[in-house]
């Protein structure tokens, strides 16, 4: 496979997957049924979970500067700001294509190279990547008899055994194949982990790493914060139990890296996720619709107007 049909099927299949996902989703919902979800729905609960969502991305904007510092730049807050809400438009485009655009803003507007300006936001996924670790951890960790009873009905114990000791196995078989081959994919895949190893390091040597790591914490509060108080716009998953809502977080968080800006994808991640708490399809879907349009409201307008205003405020400077 040549390099411009790799390219090309990185845009179209997620393109073409959050179609299917779309029309998947409106198969378990009528368009009436979700319509008339939108017109119940509760707007305080939605507009204080855009509040929520906006306080993460300015935490996020704030937490860059700490990332450049290091780097004998300074950046400015206005441009760091519209370079993250331009990020997540320019996502919904083409998967990852936003990345390349924060750190092509920061060479243009604030004369940091691209290669270190990339390496921060590189380093910032990975300190994100980390806390979701710890969601994920905390959350098998407080549900586990749940998570376990949900599976043991489903599957004989001693499936779930065997598959837990086989999959053991695996990854152990994996670890040791990686550290000693000396072929092309296993090199790749040391030098991957050296990096983020190396990345995750350089967070405790920056000046301001009690900052980073507050401002870290805080943005994934506020997501999950977010996640909640939409889930009350609807009287039918206005009781969620914790559980739920922690479980339909990481299964949307996941959801969003599968398409573009998450777009169908979204909502059947938490319907999926829902679904194991007994939660009917129609207000689960509904409120994923509901979540994912929000969201995705604020990041067209903000995101918009960061790129009509990035060269008119660096102009004027």
Not at 68 to 92: C, D, H, K, Q, W
Request: hydrophobic letters at 55%; a positive charge.
């Amino acid at each position: 496979m040549n390099k411009k049909t790799a390219k090309f099927l990185k845009i179209v299949l997620p393109l073409l997957l959050g179609v299917l996902l779309v029309w998947y989703s409106l198969s378990k919902i009528s368009v009436e049924e979700l319509i008339t979800y939108f017109k119940n729905a509760d707007y305080f609960y939605i507009g204080l979970g855009l509040f929520f969502g906006l306080l993460s991305h300015l935490s996020r904007a704030y937490r860059w500067k700490f990332m450049i510092e290091p780097l004998g730049y300074t950046l400015r807050l206005p441009n760091s700001i519209m370079a993250v809400f331009a990020t997540y438009l320019v996502n919904y485009t083409i998967p990852r294509a936003g990345e390349i655009t924060r750190a092509t803003i920061l060479t243009n507007y604030e004369g940091v190279p691209f290669e270190k300006g990339f390496g921060t936001i590189v380093a910032e996924r990975i300190a994100d990547m980390l806390v979701m670790l710890c969601i994920i951890t905390i959350t098998l960790f407080l549900e586990f008899d749940f998570i376990y009873q949900f599976f043991a009905e489903r599957f004989e114990p001693k499936k779930i055994i065997f598959g837990s000791v086989s999959v053991l196995v695996l990854v152990v078989l994996l670890v040791l194949f990686l550290r000693k081959s000396q072929s092309k994919i296993a090199v790749k895949v040391r030098g991957f982990v050296s990096g983020l190893i190396e990345g995750i390091m350089t967070i405790f040597k920056m000046k301001h790493k009690w900052a980073f790591i507050f401002h870290t914490l805080f943005i994934w509060a506020m997501y999950v914060l977010m996640f909640y108080v939409t889930s009350l716009a609807l009287e039918e998953t206005s009781a969620l139990p914790f559980a739920a809502i922690l479980i339909g977080f990481i299964s949307a968080s996941f959801s969003i890296a599968a398409t573009n800006g998450g777009i169908g994808s979204y909502p059947v991640a938490v319907y999926a996720a829902f679904s194991i708490f007994a939660i009917a399809k129609e207000p689960s879907i509904a409120f994923g619709w509901i979540m994912w349009s929000s969201q995705t409201l604020m990041i067209i307008v903000l995101g918009g107007l960061s790129l009509i205003y990035l060269p008119i405020y660096n102009r004027t400077e």
